[in-house]
Each structure stands twice: as structure tokens, then as C-alpha cells.
């Protein structure tokens, strides 16, 4: 990967890897068959920038694009995109709603209200199969509340598509078959259902469009995409100090971590605050020059400490590597890959390469 140029006021980077991003799009996409590939960009690109995940997507060819609010459509707006807003239409929404550079995902009948008093136009309906969450239910449907209005997409979200175990086959069966029932009964240019996990579970998923998010940023929702997905998100730190730890003198808050020998230790500019959590105490790992430098003791809002014994040529201000494959810091952390990501803090200077 070739990045821009290190700033020296940013002490904590974030490295992106673009063709990482763009591989996993491309995976995504030929995995979905004859179904288009969108990208979910929400939560500012799930953390990594929206702005510059969407442009990169758009152009290895991604044409629709999901985001949670109005103010998250409006950034994108200067791209001129297809955009979807899933939270659909407040009352306060209907001057950004009108303002035509997203549509709306219209969720409820006071929304399918709301727009149609508006003058209606253009939008996609979720429709809700059995996760009890957003959408409109069946039986509204089935009583014509959709009746009339130009729909794009109608869509529902799997509850249980990321659940390695024989035990989500058959909800994901139920909502799949609810879902092609309600649509098929609703004039709509496209059906869509699957995210990332459901893309893995097959060609009866994809249906007209896909609309991934985790997998494109590096996560692995399923086994069947762990050889698929590459990571995309690689944080580094830097060290403000390298210190020596005596035998039996201890480290970090509650002095969880005693030291068994003398250790050489480094303190480091990265804590929970930027969404390396307190999961990654005594569990996580940085790297430099291929070396495992294990985090020791509790990490801290503003400061992590890790082992450098084995890297004596380490010194204030160099920087590390922080292990961050998601699925694997997951585990180790004890969140969710979605958490992980989209938790990564504004401290981070962001560099694509």
C-alpha cells in the first residue's frame, strides 16, 4: 500500500487500504449473482470516512448507497449518488426529504403518510419479516397501504443471517419466504434483502440487490467469508514512552499486571477513547517489524501499555502496529466486529492508500 504523507502532529493513524476495499466490494458483488452490489456507508463509512468509501466504491462500480440519516445523505450529496436513507422520514426531515439527492426508506405508516401528504416521489419501503425492528408490517401491506406510491426498492433485514449455526436456518428460511411472499405482491422496480451475511447464504437471498456493510470493511459475518474479505483497517500508535518495569512492581490502573522479571514496556497514545476497549487488556497485541508486542495490564482511556522486551530498538516516538483483524480483535476483545469498527475515534489522522 502506498499512503500520503505522515502529518507530525498525528500520533495515532488509521492506514486504509482502498484496493482492500474495493477487493471486498468486487467479492461481494460476484458472490450476488445477477444482483446488484450496493455499499452500506452509514456511521461515517462504518468508521473508516463515507466520503471516501463511497467515492472509491462508485468507482469500481457500486451504484447504490445506504446511510442511517438525512445528515449522513447530505454528505454525500457533491457525489451525486444514489443514496437511501433506512431511518426513513421525520417531520423534520421533509425539507432534506424534498431537497432530491436521497429517498427516503419509509418504515411505518405515519411515514408512508408523511411522504404521501408531501407529494410523494420516489422511495423504498422496508418492510419488517420477523425482526420486529424497522418496517412496515405484512398485513399492512397486504391491506394496501403501499398502494400508489413509486417504489424503487422494497427490502427487510435478516435477523439471524450472521449466526454460524444450524439453529438460523430456519428463521432465515421464514423471513426469506415472508419477504418474497409480501413482495411479490408490491409494484417495486427492485427486491432487496440480503446484507452481508445473507449474501454467504446464497443465490435465494439475493433477490434484485444486496445491500453489504460489515464485509466490505473487512469484517467476516460468516465462516463461508472468511477467504473472501480482506482486512482494511490497520491502526497504528505511537510510543510517548519506553520505560523498564521491575519485578513485582505492577502496571495500569487496579494493577491487574505484576511483573514476573524485569520487562521493558512502552506506553502508548491509544485507549478506549479511540475504540480500543478495555476487552483488549492483558488480550491484544501490537506488532512492529514483525515482533508480537503484547498488551500488559488494563488499557486506559488515553494509554495503552505494551511488552517491548523483544524490540530493545523501539524508542519514544516510534510508532506500532496494532492487531486489528476483526474478527480475531473481536474475540480477543469480546465486541462485535461492528462495534470495533465503527468505534475507531476522530483522534486517528486517516490515510488511504
Known amino acids: 500500500m502506498a499512503y500520503g504523507p505522515v502529518t507530525p502532529d498525528a500520533p495515532s493513524l488509521l492506514r486504509l487500504d482502498g484496493a482492500a476495499l474495493v477487493a471486498n466490494w468486487r467479492a461481494l458483488d460476484r458472490l450476488s449473482g445477477s444482483a446488484a452490489c450496493g455499499a452500506a456507508v452509514k456511521a461515517d463509512g462504518y468508521g473508516l470516512g463515507a466520503t471516501e468509501v463511497a467515492r472509491r466504491l462508485a468507482g469500481a462500480g457500486a451504484r447504490d448507497f445506504f446511510v442511517a440519516t438525512w445528515a449522513e445523505a447530505a454528505v454525500l450529496a457533491p457525489l451525486g449518488l444514489s443514496v437511501s436513507v433506512l431511518h426513513g422520514v421525520r417531520d423534520a426531515d ?4 424534498r431537497g432530491g439527492y436521497a429517498r427516503p426508506v419509509l418504515n411505518s405508516a405515519v411515514q408512508v403518510a408523511r411522504w404521501r401528504d408531501a407529494g410523494g416521489g420516489v422511495c423504498d419501503v422496508m418492510v419488517d ?18 398502494d400508489g406510491l413509486a417504489i424503487d426498492t422494497v427490502m427487510s433485514h435478516l435477523a439471524c443471517a450472521d449466526v454460524d449455526a444450524d439453529g438460523d436456518d430456519a428463521m432465515n428460511a421464514r423471513q426469506r419466504t415472508a419477504f418474497a411472499g409480501v413482495a411479490a405482491g408490491v409494484k417495486a422496480r427492485r427486491r432487496s434483502l440480503a ?18 456493510g460489515l464485509a466490505l470493511y473487512g469484517g467476516v459475518p460468516r465462516g463461508e467469508l472468511s477467504n473472501v ?4 483497517a490497520w491502526p497504528e500508535a505511537e510510543i510517548l514512552q519506553r520505560r523498564r518495569v521491575r519485578a ?6 487496579n494493577a491487574t499486571w505484576v511483573a514476573r522479571a524485569d520487562t521493558e514496556v512502552a506506553i502508548l497514545n491509544l485507549g478506549y477513547a479511540d475504540g480500543y ?3 483488549f487488556s492483558d488480550r491484544g497485541c501490537a506488532r512492529a517489524q514483525g515482533i508480537a508486542l503484547p498488551v500488559i495490564g488494563r488499557v486506559s482511556m488515553d494509554l495503552t501499555v505494551i511488552d517491548v522486551t523483544e524490540a530493545p530498538e523501539l524508542a519514544e516516538g516510534d510508532r506500532v502496529g496494532i492487531d486489528f483483524a476483526l474478527p480475531a480483535a473481536a474475540a480477543a476483545s469480546g465486541q462485535s466486529q461492528y462495534e470495533l469498527l465503527t468505534s475507531l475515534g476522530v483522534r486517528y489522522a486517516r490515510f488511504w492508500g
Open 195 to 212: 446484507n452481508s451475511a445473507g449474501i454467504a447464504l446464497g443465490a435465494d437471498y439475493a433477490f434484485d440487490l444486496v445491500r453489504p
Open 94 to 97: 421533509m425539507a432534506a426529504a
Open 277 to 279: 476497549f478495555r476487552g
Open 229 to 232: 474479505i480482506a482486512q482494511v
Open 129 to 146: 419479516t420477523g425482526m420486529n425492528r424497522l418496517g412496515v408490517s405484512c398485513d399492512e401491506v397486504a391491506a394496501g397501504l403501499l
Open 248 to 253: 513485582g512492581e505492577s502496571v495500569g490502573y
